[in-house]
């Protein structure tokens, strides 16, 4: 980066990290926050090109926001990168707790995306004892019932 290029910001910095966490192509991640490929580069890297000129580029909120779901990011992580309001719009995105849905309802895509960002902040030993569980829930139940039981004697 020369001194005529302006550097990215703490969001676009949080927002590569994440995509990078994230294992995602900046066109995916841009398809999922319906955004063009280019308009996505601009706010990551900070910068576009005007008439041969590089000018800083600093998302608006509401895209914000839309960068931030598709990566993963959380309001808390938004905050600290100096983005309240753009944290404050995710938080209300995400609204109040729903209670789990009953049995044999399918899962919403929403339901999905957000189990799998959350899936995404853990380090890949808690993730794989996730996946474990959720692929053997009658397994992890009855583990959890046999650590809580007293051990008995033999005798």
Same mark, same amino acid.
């Given at each position: 980066m020369d001194a005529q290029t302006p550097g990215p910001p703490p969001e676009a910095v949080?927002?590569?990290? +994440?995509?990078?966490?994230? %294992?995602?192509s900046g066109r995916e991640a841009a398809k999922r926050a319906k955004l063009s @490929? #280019? %308009?996505? %580069?601009?706010?990551?890297?900070?910068?576009? /090109? &005007?008439g041969g000129v590089r000018v800083a580029v600093i998302a608006p909120d509401e895209t914000l926001v839309r960068m931030a779901e598709a990566v993963g990011l959380t309001s808390d992580q938004l905050r600290q990168a100096g983005r309240s309001t753009a944290a404050e719009l995710l938080d209300e995105l995400a609204g109040p707790p729903t209670p789990a849905s009953p049995p044999g309802t399918p899962a919403t895509n929403a339901q999905i995306e957000a189990i799998a960002a959350l899936?995404? #902040?853990?380090?890949? @030993? +808690?993730? /794989? @004892?996730v996946l474990r %569980? &959720?692929?053997r829930p009658d397994l992890a139940r009855s583990q959890k +019932? @046999?650590?809580?039981e007293p051990q008995r004697r033999a005798g």
């Open positions: 949080l927002i590569k990290q +994440a995509l990078l966490r994230a %294992r995602l @490929e #280019t %308009r996505w %580069r601009q706010i990551v890297n900070g910068y576009q /090109d &005007v899936l995404a #902040t853990l380090s890949p @030993e +808690a993730q /794989d @004892e %569980r &959720v692929n +019932a @046999e650590a809580s």
